[in-house]
Structures are given as structure tokens and as C-alpha cells.
């Protein structure tokens, strides 16, 4: 038999000895990337933080059962209270900068397109900070767009400048708070994983 059949023969369980080591540390290692992946879709008003729960479901039921890289469902409820307060927190703070200015539905709904075109400008142009300049960027210009969205609904609608101003004041800080606190959650759900697979 030669080496590459010797590597790929199944044992009575299908799986073959390469795979039940080498790819089980592969899995674990996919898992934490894609976790830390879905983390910095948050930063472009993706759900990130969703996507991280739904990837540790998956390692839970497909992964290992067994073993030290095997997790079970206590992470994946943790993951999923973590996401659910990152969700309330971004919400709860976009809505309340927008209440207190008396947005209107339409500038709230340029402001949610603002906020994303935003952020995937602020994370492709950055901000000369090493390592971190391309989150902080998209942090910023999120909440940028999100202000700029929200003044044109408003200046659409016929309301002054002053008033433009100050929706677009609160709306800034609101989505730069609620999402704040979601890459908080997502993180928190990064290393949840990390623990889980090495612990």
C-alpha cells in the first residue's frame, strides 16, 4: 500500500487517522477565524456577532464530541446572550440619539445606509493608527454616514439646518455608542471561542 492510500483509508468509523487529528485542529482553527471574521462585520453594520453564534452551533453539533477541542451547547447559549445584548445595546443607543433629535422613519432609514456606506469607506481608507486605524476608521465614518443620512431625510422633509444639525449630532453618537458596544459583544464572543476550543 503506499503512503497516499495509507493516509486517506478509512478506519471502521470512516473517518481516517490524518483527519481525526490533523482536522479536528483545523476545524477549531477555522472556528476562531471565522468567529473573529464575523466579529469585524460588525463594523459595517453587518451581524457579525449572529454569524459568530451561528458558526460556534455548527462546531457544537458537527465538531468533535469528544476530546479536548470539543465544545458543547453551554458556549453557544453564552455566545447567543452575549449577541443578544450587543443587538439591544446598538439598538437601544441608535434609537435613543434619534428619538432625543425627533428623527423621522425616512432619516433613519438614510441614516442606516449612511452608516453602512460609512463604515466600508472608513475601513478601506483607515486612519493612520498601526494595527487598529482600519477599525477606528470605520467606527468613525459609520457614525460620519449615519449623521449624513439622517440630515439629508430631515433636509428632504423641508426641516432647517439647525434641526439637520441636531439630528445629525445625536445620530452620530448613537450609532457610534450601539456599535461600540456590539465589537464589544462580538469580541467577547471571539474569545468565548477561544476558551472553549482551548480549554
Keep these: 500500500m503506499n503512503a497516499a492510500a495509507l493516509i486517506f483509508a478509512e478506519t471502521a468509523d ?6 481525526e487529528t490533523t482536522g479536528v485542529v483545523l476545524l477549531a482553527i477555522a472556528l476562531v477565524v471565522g468567529c473573529s471574521v ?3 462585520t460588525n463594523l459595517i453594520a453587518l451581524p457579525g456577532n449572529w454569524i459568530g453564534v451561528l458558526l460556534i ?4 453539533w458537527l465538531g468533535p464530541a469528544t476530546g479536548r ?12 446572550a ?3 445584548v450587543g443587538e439591544l445595546f446598538e439598538f437601544f443607543a441608535g434609537a435613543a440619539g434619534a428619538k432625543r433629535a425627533g428623527a423621522s422613519r425616512k432619516s433613519t432609514l438614510y441614516s442606516i445606509i449612511g452608516s453602512m456606506a460609512g463604515a466600508i469607506i472608513g475601513a478601506v481608507v483607515g486612519v493612520p493608527v498601526p494595527v487598529v486605524g482600519s477599525v477606528i476608521a470605520a467606527i468613525l465614518f ?3 454616514g449615519a449623521a449624513a443620512g439622517a440630515m439629508y431625510g430631515e433636509w428632504s422633509d423641508g426641516r432647517s439646518w439647525k434641526e439637520n444639525w441636531s439630528v445629525g449630532h445625536s445620530t452620530f453618537w448613537g ?3 450601539g456599535t461600540l458596544g456590539k465589537v464589544v459583544a ?6 468565548l471561542v477561544v476558551a472553549a476550543v482551548l480549554l
Design 14 to 19: 470512516g473517518w481516517t487517522p490524518w483527519l
Design 38 to 40: 464575523a466579529w469585524l
Design 57 to 60: 452551533a455548527l462546531y457544537a
Design 69 to 80: 477541542l470539543a465544545i458543547g451547547y453551554g458556549p453557544v447559549l453564552a455566545g447567543f
Design 82 to 84: 452575549i449577541a443578544l
Design 142 to 144: 459609520g457614525g460620519i
Design 175 to 177: 450609532r457610534t455608542f
Design 186 to 191: 462580538g469580541l467577547l464572543i471571539v474569545i
